[in-house]
């Protein structure tokens, strides 16, 4: 691995944790740290630019649980969900309608990736659902009580809110859902050692956003 600087190696060791040390709940709490941060499709919270897409939000927690740095990991789902680079897929929810799914079998830490039938033509399928094939469209983490978080292009912004409601609410444009679950941190097919995401600065707003639909 790629030695950093003095200074950037040690911002880094001080936000991640090792494999050994890996919990569910931190991965949850470091996706919290971003909660009201502007949806940007592509950001990774880059200088001149902050803003994360809904893998930003994942990235962004993984590598503060991990040893590796967010370029690490893939973009296309084709590659993560298989290789297990933030989970293996959940067995029987994998992939799950919507409609079927029971969210008492899911618990907080789970990375969720919401599927639907439009093809995407930069990638095969990631499985079937009712005999037809489905595409990962969308990608967030189970933070638990039934909600998730995700970065949002339909809010603008990272939320944290109501699972269920949620897939109810864009039953049009996803019809279900992939899940996997990291048992012993985020495994990456390739470590890459560099400057980490910057903590998001100012503070993001959690008052109104970060339990949009009443939570606390």
Known sequence: MLALPGAVRAQAESTRTSGANFSRERFVLAAREVLGVPY???GRLREGGAGLDCQGVLFYAAER???CGWKSFSVLPTVAVPSAELGASVSGLSPVASTSL????LVPGDVLWLVGFDANPAEPSIGELSGRPVWVWHTGLYSGNGRWIVGDHFAGEVVEVDLVAYLKEHADTYSGLVVTRMEQGPRPGRCRQHAPMRKPSPAPREDSRRMRDGGS
């Open 65 to 67: 649980v991990g040893s």
């Open 40 to 42: 940007v499709l592509g």
């Open 102 to 105: 029971d969210v008492t079998r």
